[in-house]
């Protein structure tokens, strides 16, 4: 797995199931700029930036958890993130060079 997917902070998980099939959304921190969600539902799965009570997803070409290069995933999942962040803010922490 891409070292910077989840190397942020994970604060909650929840919506935890297993009957009938499997489900649960993971809250993270990335990059300490972004709270984000990473929803697993019966084999899809994908992220969101939280926006209030609103998400807001973010694209990535990984959506079945069964057919998903996880690499490919998190890099995804970094570029989109990374691109909202401003550089300064990215420069202070020595992340600007990862992106």
Sequence with gaps: MHK???????SQLYGQTDTPYTMFNLQLI??????VILNYDRGAFGCSIINGEAGI???NSQSWYDEADMNVFCKEL???IGLMI???FLEHYGW???Q
């Design 30 to 35: 990335m990059y300490k700029y972004f709270n």
């Design 57 to 59: 997803s973010l694209e």
């Design 78 to 80: 970094q570029q989109q």
């Design 86 to 88: 401003p550089d300064k």
């Design 96 to 98: 600007k060079q990862l």
């Design 4 to 10: 910077w997917c989840l190397a942020s902070r994970v």
